[in-house]
Nanobody, 126 residues
Framework: EVQLLESGGGLVQPGGSLKLSCAASGFTFSNYAMSWVRQAPGKGLEWVSAISLRGGSTKYADSAKGRFTISRDNDKNTLYLQMNSLKPEDTAVYSC???????????????????WGQGTQVTVSS
């Protein structure tokens, strides 16, 4: 059974930093591209960042470029999202997502992901 468990969220002041983690199990982590997505209150799901199988290729939404860094540790079956210079508009539930495609290329399309975790709340407020 595929399981994705996020952690690391919390309340942070504007300009602060957080590092999210996603522990994966139930599949061979290194064989799938992964992404982070988020959902703000009253809004739809937004893709944030994606990473290739071994981390050599990464992609970011415009809202995340220059502030967020996605990474992965295939030995630990864990995905990360380092978030710096946080803004109130970053407030959302952040979830990690597994690509549908075995050994597939990194993709930014939410429709290409088949499993999501429950998410971790990030609140940016003074």
């Amino acid at each position: 059974e595929v399981q994705l468990l996020e952690s690391g969220g919390g309340l942070v002041q504007p300009g602060g930093s957080l590092k999210l983690s996603c522990a994966a199990s139930g599949f061979t982590f290194s064989n799938y591209a992964m992404s982070w997505v988020r959902q703000a209150p009253g809004k739809g799901l937004e893709w944030v960042s994606a990473i290739s199988l071994r981390g050599g290729s990464t992609k970011y939404a415009d809202s995340a470029k220059g502030r967020f860094t996605i990474s992965r540790d295939n030995d630990k079956n864990t995905l990360y999202l380092q978030m710096n210079s946080l803004k109130p508009e970053d407030t959302a539930v952040y979830s990690c997502a597994k690509s549908k495609v075995f050994l597939g290329a990194v993709t930014t399309a939410i429709s290409e992901y088949d499993y999501w975790g429950q998410g971790t709340q990030v609140t940016v407020s003074s």
